[in-house]
């Protein structure tokens, strides 16, 4: 019994190893002409093809099988830019060569190219490495095999792959998303990948046909050919990068324009009068307005990461805010001024001088008697020259009187001083409102145009 399973065992191994030797030596494979007709072609003749589309279809399997691909981007979906996202529709073709078909179109009736369903053929596992959704490829499609053994198959894909979006330059900003090709098991030693057409062609090609939905557009193509490892094994890719570029025009009409308007009307407000009182409710509503317009627009800010125009928002809130407190120093300063206005020091009288007046009308410098006020004395209301006083001398009963009119003098005297210190603070106040609203502007300015001069780069 045992010697019979070992002779049974022995020719099948025989068997095995004549149809090996077989298959080495055929290097041409031919298909039988008789089953093409006019109605069609008879499934028998590549009934033999199609039994082997389990295994890759090659004559030596230390020949790598060579397929190369092409893609058309016809349309850009949507762009998650809090799950960095991108959604895009493909049509994906691949070329291959099947060296088991092959027929001569002459003696099948000048038949060149057959249609043949994909379920009856081998097919590369290629696949998009930055893919996050399993490939929902409709069943039943079909592909083009050529009387020389290429085989040409395109599919439908929509595909969402992850795309390291850089939002700092929102909303001018341009993103470069990857779309790597690869095989999933062959490596280098069973398949290596080529391209049906140049990137340019892909590229002009996409340009004629994609569609956008929303705010993105499309710029260009541009690839590259690295090979990814993965452990000791190595694997053939080409990488695409998709550049798309955001349509700015929603977010300058609906955030930019507005958030000008506000800060215009806040730069003009300082042209109303201090004394009023009405300048500090005026920038209160305006600051509380800005607030509700930022709330507004909070849904068309990305919520991922910190944007350029993020950081232009809360200059302009900031500086808002020192406006406001300007006004409120301001009011401070006119409030100290005419209610108890105490004695200037030198050095900011001098400097208030040195500001407001020419240099040639300037005193250059201050009796001791009136350090505070930088006026002569001769100048002071209610003072006179020494010679008057002594011109006549007071008898006995007018001095109760003299005594009077000396008092009432004085305090003329204080009250003028006190009226000269009011308007050299009132003064003083104005110079200072002026100059913290051309820092202002001037601070405006450069925040603008250096917000301005990132975008454009």
């Not at 005026?282 to 350029?308: A, D, E, Q, R």
Request: hydrophobic letters at 45%.
């Amino acid at each position: 019994m045992e010697v019979g399973w070992s002779a049974r065992q022995g020719v099948l191994l025989c068997l095995t190893v004549s149809l090996l030797l077989q298959g080495r030596a055929n290097t041409t494979f031919t298909i039988n002409c008789s089953g093409f007709h006019q109605d069609g072609v008879d499934p028998a003749a590549f009934q033999a093809i199609f039994n082997q589309k389990a295994f890759r279809p090659v004559t030596n399997y230390s020949i790598p099988t060579h397929v190369n691909i092409s893609f058309t981007l016809s349309a850009i979906l949507e762009v998650d830019a809090q799950l960095q996202l991108l959604t895009s529709f493909l049509w994906f073709n691949m070329i291959w060569a099947n060296p088991f078909i092959s027929w001569d179109p002459e003696e099948c009736d000048n038949v060149n190219k057959l249609t043949v369903t994909t379920e009856n053929l081998w097919l590369p596992d290629i696949f998009i490495v930055e893919s996050m959704n399993v490939d929902q490829t409709p069943e039943g499609l079909s592909a083009y095999v050529t009387s020389d053994g290429r085989i040409a198959y395109s599919k439908p894909m929509r595909v969402t792959s992850i795309c390291n979006l850089d939002i700092f330059y929102f909303p001018f900003d341009q993103q470069n998303c990857t779309l790597t090709f690869s095989s999933f098991l062959y490596t280098v030693d069973s398949m290596l990948l080529g391209m049906e057409k140049e990137v340019w062609e892909i590229k002009d090609t996409s340009q004629d046909v994609v569609r956008t939905q929303g705010e993105w557009e499309f710029l260009g193509i541009s690839k590259a050919t690295p090979r990814m490892v993965v452990g000791s094994s190595l694997f053939d890719q080409i990488m695409f990068y998709v550049a798309i570029r955001r349509k700015p025009n929603l977010y300058v009409i609906n955030l930019l324009v507005p958030s000008g308007f506000l800060m215009a009307i806040d730069a003009l407000s300082f042209y109303l009068p201090a004394e009023s009182g009405n300048r500090a409710p005026f920038k209160i509503t305006l600051l509380l307005g800005y607030n509700v317009f930022l709330l507004m627009m909070n849904k068309l800010l990305p919520s991922s990461g910190t944007p350029l125009i993020s950081v232009y928002f809360a200059l302009c809130l900031s500086l808002m805010v020192l406006s406001l407190l300007e006004t409120v120093f301001i009011t401070y300063l006119l409030h100290l001024a005419t209610t108890q206005p105490p004695p200037m020091p030198g050095w900011l009288h001098s400097l208030l001088l040195h500001c407001t007046c020419p240099r040639k009308c300037c005193p250059t410098a201050s009796h001791k008697g009136n350090k505070g006020l930088g006026l002569p004395p001769a100048q002071l209301p209610g003072l006179k020259e020494p010679v008057e006083l002594v011109e006549k001398s007071p008898g006995p009963g007018e001095a109760e009187v003299a005594g009077g009119l000396g008092w009432t003098r004085a305090q003329r005297e204080q009250e003028a001083q006190k009226q000269h210190r009011v308007e050299l603070w009132v003064q003083f106040s104005h110079m200072m409102d002026t100059l913290l609203f051309r820092l202002y502007l001037l601070f405006l300015a450069s925040s603008i145009l250096t917000v301005i001069g990132l975008w454009s780069t």
